[in-house]
T-cell receptor
Framework: QKEVEQDPGPLSVPEGAIVSLNCTYS??????FMWYRQYSRKGPELLMY????GNKEDGRFTAQVDKSSKYISLFIRDSQPSDSATYLC????????????FGKGTTLSVSS | DGGITQSPKYLFRKEGQNVTLSCEQN?????MYWYRQDPGQGLRLIYY???????QKGDIAEGYSVSREKKESFPLTVTSAQKNPTAFYLC?????????????FGPGTRLTVT
């Protein structure tokens, strides 16, 4: 079993839809959870950073962590064509200076 | 503007040649990282460094070497021993103390070896 599993998609939605992206993981030591957005041929851009279980909201984005189920989610409200990208989940056991373990990424396409 | 720069953006090499990828940051971050990304794959850690003149191997260090002579710079050499060097290489940096601790990425270098 891979440490981090993420459905690669592709996921296609109409503009304005609510998008749900998910990752599962197996290592119970993971405590720090991140979502990155990556446009084609660009470096990943950090969207959300959360610690332990709970929700965090930033504008149209909401990150959820359920450590008991080893499951994290990213919700995008009122999706826009500019949200079309690959979304990578990442996690680590340590807070600083440690390796991130990434999912393979989910490709999202939002049509206008 | 603070950030991470990687050069060149595209790099082409013949098989059997060593090649060095540049990574510079002006964020005053202590830690720097090199990741590799293959099509349809997540990022995998090659090497990381928390302090000048010290670095640790990641999951896929074989065929790669690094140096950290300055806090701002963390070049990666892809040697001829790396069996599948064609990939997208990403450099990142982060704080180690005082927070926040998120890793920020550069724009990447796409290496093609034929």
């Amino acid at each position: 079993q891979k440490e981090v599993e993420q459905d690669p998609g592709p996921l296609s939605v109409p503009e304005g839809a609510i998008v749900s992206l998910n990752c599962t993981y197996s290592n119970s030591a993971f405590q720090y959870f991140m979502w990155y957005r990556q446009y084609s041929r660009k470096g990943p851009e950090l969207l959300m950073y959360t610690y332990s279980s709970g929700n965090k909201e930033d504008g149209r984005f909401t990150a959820q962590v359920d450590k008991s189920s080893k499951y994290i989610s990213l919700f995008i409200r009122d999706s826009q064509p500019s949200d079309s990208a690959t979304y990578l989940c990442a996690m680590s056991a340590g807070q600083a200076g440690t390796a991130l373990i990434f999912g393979k990424g989910t490709t999202l396409s939002v049509s206008s | 503007d603070g950030g991470i720069t990687q050069s060149p953006k595209y790099l082409f090499r013949k098989e059997g040649q060593n090649v060095t990828l540049s990574c510079e940051q002006n964020l005053n971050h202590d830690a720097m990282y090199w990741y590799r990304q293959d099509p349809g794959q997540g990022l995998r850690l090659i090497y990381y460094s928390q302090i000048v003149n010290d670095f640790q191997k990641g999951d896929i260090a074989e065929g790669y070497s690094v140096s950290r002579e300055k806090k701002e710079s963390f070049p990666l050499t892809v040697t001829s021993a790396q069996k599948n060097p064609t990939a997208f290489y990403l450099c990142a940096s982060s704080r180690l103390a005082g927070g926040p601790y998120e890793q920020y990425f550069g724009p990447g270098t796409r290496l093609t070896v034929t």
